[in-house]
């Protein structure tokens, strides 16, 4: 059964709601209009902070299946869209040539088919579904090459990909794309025109408190507040590598299983490397520095409990 798409940015808030993903109303508006435009969304941001997470929550909350394309340097055709099976191609020319086959073009019809045609994330997502059509997840686009996104214009314009040996393959009902960067590097203005775009910043202490509430639900309440409070001021702090909201659950979801119920400047030096993945920044943070951070946190939550 199809899951219908939300009709509203109320309703869309409340699909990410179910998935258990707190979205802010900016967030949630551009990808209502992203599923009612059919057009992709282009997501930028610090690592870390939830722009993955949205394409895996649309797929479950909306019974749709992922098609996920991860992207790296060097990313081909061969690896992202189709190639060709060509072991088998060639044990099927030698059949041929057993069985005394001599017609060149009804030969190259049959190795030059679907059943010899490996399709990559791209082809995939084209593919009809009885679900409705997939969730496309181009994930760290900034990974590739700029040749790499040269070939998307044609998928993102189009939904089609133009086989040689095939033509043309369209979709029937375009997928909802979800492209991620990082921004390690900036994006050709060809590729973004293409779509709705959104920067997904990290979440303000009450967001990001509801965030560790809802995905380690067996973190201490005050344990949680105290967590959150010192991650927001760690990110005011001039550090290589900010912690993004994946570093904020690990380190509330270590801290639980240590059976801790508060910080201490002991438990926050023995678990940096949880929190912040640069030697340097564990470095800088350790020892007075995260005391000195945990009175702060420990004096703000006290003034405001007053």
Known sequence: MTIALPASIDDTLSLLAQGEYVAERSLAT???LAMKMRRPLFLEGEAGVGKTEIAKVLAATLGRRLV???CYEGLDVSAAVYEW???AQMIEIRLAEAEGVTDRRQLGGDIFSDRF???RPLLQALEPDLAGAPILLIDELDRTDEPFEA????VLSDFQITIPELG????AEPPLVIITSNRTREIHDALKRRCLYHWVDYPDAERELAIVSNKVPGADARLAQEVVAFVQKLRSIDLFKLPGVAETLD???ALTALDRIALDPTTIDDTLGVLLKYQDDIQKMRGSAAAALLDE???DIAEKQF
Not at 151 to 154: G, R
Not at 168 to 171: C, E, L, P, S
């Open 30 to 32: 551009v990808l209502f």
């Open 68 to 70: 996920r394309l991860q």
């Open 85 to 87: 099976n060509y072991a």
């Open 117 to 119: 045609l490996i399709k």
């Open 151 to 154: 070939f998307l214009l044609e």
């Open 168 to 171: 043309t393959i369209k979709a």
């Open 251 to 253: 380190w509330a979801g």
């Open 297 to 299: 946190v420990k004096a």
